[in-house]
């Protein structure tokens, strides 16, 4: 692991209208700022500007309840429990989450933004783009904010990966009393997510973070599907 570990926001990036191209305009604020990206940068870009690009809006009045829980069930494929307004699903991706990441925050009044269809898709396509133009080998996260159960608070995980692993494993090695780790599994991307909103945070308008200096190592393919539990493991499920 490396000495230092620097995490910078990405500032410039104004508003992104569907079908614009995320990794040109990244790659230009980051060049802007003084900060042109680097091979071993790992990109944190949140998911509301990939739902814009991708044009993952609908439109929705947001006093529309029944309206709401429309578009919610079509994005669900299993309800696992309700209170009130708050439904928490399970999504065609894998994902636990309230609402099925349908969103209402920072967009336009009259709509809502989806979860991409494809993360890992839409993060090889923003790494791809800074490739040719940067000649960088970064990786790529989607971020997006849940809950967790049995925490209070929301934190920023990973929904979408690419040129970095998602989950790295450490079974067979050694902690440092020497005892062979049986179980350890380090979700990498979320943790990265995680420490990435810190300097994003949720009103700034700052939806990209450049985090540098991460272990050498972390930088393979990687996907979210590494970060979702199989049925099969689930406890709860």
Not at 103 to 122: E, F, I, K, T
């Amino acid at each position: 692991m490396s000495a230092g570990l620097q995490i910078l926001p990405v500032i410039g990036i104004g508003e992104i209208r569907p079908g614009e191209a995320l990794g040109p305009v990244i790659a230009a604020a980051a060049s802007g700022q003084g900060t042109p990206l680097q091979s071993h940068d790992c990109l944190v870009v949140t998911q509301k500007i990939v739902s814009k690009a991708e044009n993952r809006l609908v439109p929705l009045d947001h006093d529309d309840l029944a309206a709401r829980d429309a578009i919610i069930m079509s994005e669900t494929v299993r309800v696992l429990r309700r209170r009130g307004d708050l439904v928490i699903t399970e999504t065609a991706h894998g994902f636990v989450c309230a609402n099925a990441g349908v969103d209402l925050s920072n967009v336009d009044a009259g709509q809502a933004a989806l979860l991409p269809v494809d993360g890992d898709r839409s993060a090889h396509r923003i790494r791809n783009a800074i490739r040719a133009i940067d000649d960088a080998e970064v990786g790529v996260i989607i971020s997006d904010t849940f809950g967790r159960a049995w925490r209070n608070g929301l934190t920023d995980v990973a929904i979408g990966v690419a040129g970095i692993a998602a989950v790295v494993d450490l079974r067979g090695g050694t902690d440092d009393r020497g005892q062979e780790l049986r179980v350890t599994e380090v979700a990498v991307a979320d943790e990265i997510a995680a420490a990435a909103e810190l300097v994003m945070g949720k009103a700034s308008g700052i939806p990209v973070a450049i985090v540098r200096g991460l272990d050498s190592t972390w930088f393979r393919n990687g996907s979210v599907r590494d970060l979702v539990r199989p049925p099969d493991d689930d406890l709860f499920r």
